[in-house]
């Protein structure tokens, strides 16, 4: 097969047929790093749950997805055109969306009330998207308006619309099993048709901010299930690293990539309801 491309975490591969191989490896990036060492099982989790994920969403916006792979970090795909906007959806306030609510009250153009905390919930699920930065810079905020020009009326508002459907599907699904998500990015693009389809992964640790509902407390930082948890290490004095300093991260302890790898199997059994088997 001929290799396309590899991002911080998938390797995306060309079949003799024109289909995509897509391979989710280990790999775990933060603050726009790549960072050593990956987190065992970390690809399979991401991939089952990304395939969970599709079938549950499958009435609401049609996927790439042809088949499973020969393993379980793969999946075979159709090709597809990519829209060149991060779609995001955030059902609380947290993050980089809180860091722009503090400065002026807004996120992505969109006005939110005062009085908000980081953990805050929304009034209603938002659209907040981001500029597709190159990789190793990082993705800007813009408002919907920008997403008009940059790909058109009709197509901003389907970018919208199913960005807030799948955010509305999959918070529903996710907390009657106990789980809050706070915010998840997808990816969307055109397939052959002209139809705007879901592809590369969704509602997963990476793509997502999982909280555990029974212990979700506005006005403090949320114990998480997604790789937040190896954000925090990284600003913590443990880790020694400035991150304004412009030098690369440290890398991961064992026990930060222990207790990183039981995050990620506990957001998909807890989701799936499944146990994990590799």
Not at 213 to 237: I, N
Request: hydrophobic fraction near 35%.
């Amino acid at each position: 097969m001929k290799h396309l491309h590899s991002g911080k975490v998938r390797d995306l591969y060309e079949t003799d047929d024109g289909l995509l191989l897509m391979v989710a490896s280990d790999r775990i990036s933060a603050f726009d790093h790549v960072l050593e060492p990956g987190i065992p099982d970390k690809g399979a989790v991401l991939t089952q749950m990304s395939l969970w994920w599709f079938d549950q969403l499958k009435d609401v916006v049609p996927n790439h997805i042809v088949s499973r792979g020969d393993d379980a970090r793969s999946v075979l795909c159709r090709p597809l055109t990519m829209v060149q906007v991060e779609c995001v959806a955030r059902g609380y306030l947290t993050g980089s969306g809180l860091v722009d609510y503090r400065r002026e009250g807004v996120v992505s153009g969109v006005r939110l009330p005062e009085g908000l905390e980081d953990g805050s919930r929304l009034p209603e699920p938002i659209f907040t998207p981001s500029s597709k930065a190159p990789m190793g810079e990082h993705d800007e905020p813009i408002t919907y308006e920008q997403v008009v020009a940059e790909v058109g009326e009709e197509t901003a508002a389907e970018l919208r619309r199913i960005t807030l459907a799948v955010y509305t599907r999959g918070a529903e699904i996710a907390r009657e099993r106990g789980i809050i998500v706070a915010d998840t990015k997808i990816e969307l693009g055109w397939d052959a048709d002209g139809v705007l389809t879901l592809g590369d992964e969704v509602l997963t640790p990476d793509s997502s901010r999982f909280w555990p509902a029974d212990e979700w407390q506005p006005g403090r930082a949320q114990l998480a299930f997604d790789k937040q948890f190896v954000r925090d290490w990284l600003l913590s004095p443990e880790s020694g690293w400035d991150k304004s300093s412009g030098n690369p991260p440290p890398r991961l302890p064992d026990h930060i990539v222990e207790r990183t790898r039981q995050r990620y199997l506990e957001a998909y059994e807890r989701v799936t309801g499944s146990s994990f088997s590799g």
